[in-house]
Each structure stands twice: as structure tokens, then as C-alpha cells.
């Protein structure tokens, strides 16, 4: 299985990995397995926000009865780990790289031992998820994902919202802002804030909250626009933070918080001049065997 050039059975190449990956066919379990579905291999589970109450029934099925659970360190909450898997070997992937990760799951799994890989939130939303997967099909061991709830659906179910909201957001945008991985030009916050009708979601920015909103202020955006900062949504130590693109910068800062935040910009949070849905009005009822989306 491996493709080191001397057949050591211990090292792999995840590059590699990503670049055959990348390269291959469509993979034929798109179509024969569903999502939620449990798989052979090793599962990608998403340990939702931090509330363990939060992780979904297939998750807690699988972390309950795992040997080996390697979790995303602190961003997953400890509670969650001591109710589910106290006794499974726990392995945090902080501070380890590929090269560490792969050979460590895969080993463990060809040893027969039950392997769940625990990303916080969801896994498909910044979560570097893909690239062990793709590393371990490559090793031979096969991989799948178990959704979870990402954090900005906990943070709008904290701020008693929603993320789309009749007359106010039509769109949501999971960004990130400008910083050592991201570029400049690939930063697209002003321009989700300019489109108007969109919540703009911003994760992995709670160190840059203050330079986030001092450049939508040098874009002329509106100083009033209201922005929350969402601080460990579901954990015990949960706490918002309201203010607008000219204050918010400095209270996220006075809190003392620079990372585990969601930074939402736009009216859906405050929940301000929405308008009475379709849905429930006589639009939907027009017809009884009509179809509504929900
Ligand atoms: C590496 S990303 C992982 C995101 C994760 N996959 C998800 O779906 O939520 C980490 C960022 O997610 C956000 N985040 C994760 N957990 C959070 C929580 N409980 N409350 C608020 N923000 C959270 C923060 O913006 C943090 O910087």
C-alpha cells in the first residue's frame, strides 16, 4: 500500500495521495452509499459545536464504540470526549502533521482496532478533512464522513435566528478573512457585506476581528452594520457579543477572546425587519397538493 520507493510499509506520501486523488475517476460510493450511512473504514465524524448533545446519534454511535479516537485538540469539547469514549485511547492531532496522522490511523485500523477521526463542527467546513482522507484511500484504508453541525448553525440557534431570514438575507457566505493562509485578494468579506442581503459568516478571525472591520470601514461600508461575535457556541462558557463594524472589533478585544468565535455580520442577527415568510401564508396553501420548500 504505501508508495515510498523502498516498500517501507510505514511511511506514506500524502501529497502524493492528494495529487492521485485529485487526478482519479469519480468514486463509485458517491452513488451506492448514502450519507449517514455507517461505512467500512475509518469515519470523519463532525463533533458538532462543543455541546456533546450536539453530536449527531450516528456520530455518538461510532466515537461510543471506537478503540482509537484522534479529535481536533481543544476545538473539541473534553466533555464530549469524557462522555463518549473515556475509555478509548484519545489522540489530539494538534501539532502533528500528515506524515504523523496517516501512519497512526492506518496502523491502528490494519490492527484491527476500531479508528473515528473527530473534526469539530463539521468537517467539510475548514476542516482539512479531505487530505487524510485522501492519504488513507491511498494507504489502502477506506474513509467516509459523518456530517456534524457546523458552528454557525449554533451560533444562529444561540442568537434565536436564522442565518436566511425573510426581507433581510437571501444568501450565507462561510468565509474567513485575510491573514497567514489566506491572501489578500482572496478575502471576500467587503464584497458578501456590499452584496447586502447575505449573512456573512466568518470563521477563524476571532484574533482579527478589529483589522476585519477596520478594512470594511476603509471599503465605506456602514459603521452601524450590525456584527456578533459568538464566542464557544454550546459550551458552558458560551457568550455573545454584539456590537457593529465600528465597535465590535474593540469589545471581542476587551473580552480578552482570539480564537473560538463566530463572527456574524448582517441584520438576520438581531433578527432586525424581517418580513412574514411564504410559507405560512396563503402563497403555499394555494394549492394542497402543491409543492412548498421549507
Ligand atoms: C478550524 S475551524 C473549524 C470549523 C468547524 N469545522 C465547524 O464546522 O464549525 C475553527 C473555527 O471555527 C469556529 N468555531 C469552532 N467552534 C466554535 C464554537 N463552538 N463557537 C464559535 N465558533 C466556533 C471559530 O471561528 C474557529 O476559529
Redesign the pocket.
Known amino acids: 500500500m504505501s508508495d515510498s520507493p523502498d516498500g517501507d510499509e510505514t511511511s506514506v506520501s500524502p501529497q502524493a495521495a492528494i495529487d492521485t486523488e485529485t487526478a482519479r475517476e469519480r468514486d463509485t460510493r458517491i452513488h451506492d452509499r448514502t450519507a449517514g450511512e455507517v461505512q467500512e473504514g475509518i469515519p470523519f465524524i463532525?463533533a458538532g459545536?462543543?455541546d456533546p448533545g450536539l453530536l449527531t446519534v450516528t456520530g455518538r454511535d461510532l466515537v461510543e464504540s471506537a478503540d482509537l479516537v484522534v479529535h481536533a485538540g481543544s476545538?473539541v469539547n473534553s466533555e464530549l470526549l469524557d462522555a463518549y469514549c473515556a475509555e478509548a485511547e484519545q489522540v489530539s492531532s494538534i501539532g502533528k502533521d500528515l506524515e504523523e496522522l496517516v501512519p497512526l490511523m492506518r496502523d491502528a485500523y490494519e490492527d484491527g482496532r476500531r479508528v473515528v477521526r473527530l473534526?469539530?463542527?463539521?468537517?467539510a467546513?475548514?476542516?482539512a478533512a479531505l487530505e487524510q482522507m485522501d492519504a488513507l484511500e491511498h494507504e489502502g484504508v477506506p474513509t467516509y464522513i459523518v456530517p456534524?453541525v457546523?458552528?454557525?448553525f449554533?451560533?444562529s440557534a444561540t442568537l434565536r435566528t436564522q442565518l436566511t431570514l425573510n426581507g433581510v438575507s437571501n444568501h450565507v457566505a462561510f468565509t474567513r478573512p485575510q491573514g497567514k493562509t489566506l491572501d489578500p485578494e482572496d478575502d471576500h468579506i467587503s464584497e458578501f457585506v456590499e452584496m447586502g442581503d447575505v449573512t456573512t459568516c466568518?470563521?477563524?478571525?476571532?484574533h482579527a476581528v478589529a483589522e476585519t472591520m477596520d478594512r470594511l470601514l476603509d471599503a465605506g461600508h456602514d459603521p452601524d452594520t450590525p456584527v456578533t461575535a459568538?464566542?464557544?457556541?454550546?459550551?458552558p462558557d458560551e457568550d455573545v457579543i454584539e456590537g457593529t463594524i465600528a465597535t465590535i472589533g474593540d469589545r471581542v478585544e476587551a473580552a480578552g477572546y482570539r480564537?473560538?468565535?463566530?463572527v456574524m455580520i448582517g441584520d438576520a442577527a438581531r433578527k432586525a425587519g424581517y418580513e412574514r415568510s411564504y410559507l405560512y401564508d396563503g402563497w403555499a396553501n394555494r394549492d394542497a397538493e402543491g409543492e412548498a420548500d421549507d
Open positions: 463532525g459545536p462543543g476545538l473534526h469539530s463542527g463539521d468537517p467546513i475548514y476542516g456534524g457546523t458552528s454557525a449554533a451560533a466568518i470563521y477563524l478571525g476571532t459568538v464566542y464557544h457556541a454550546s459550551w480564537a473560538s468565535a463566530l
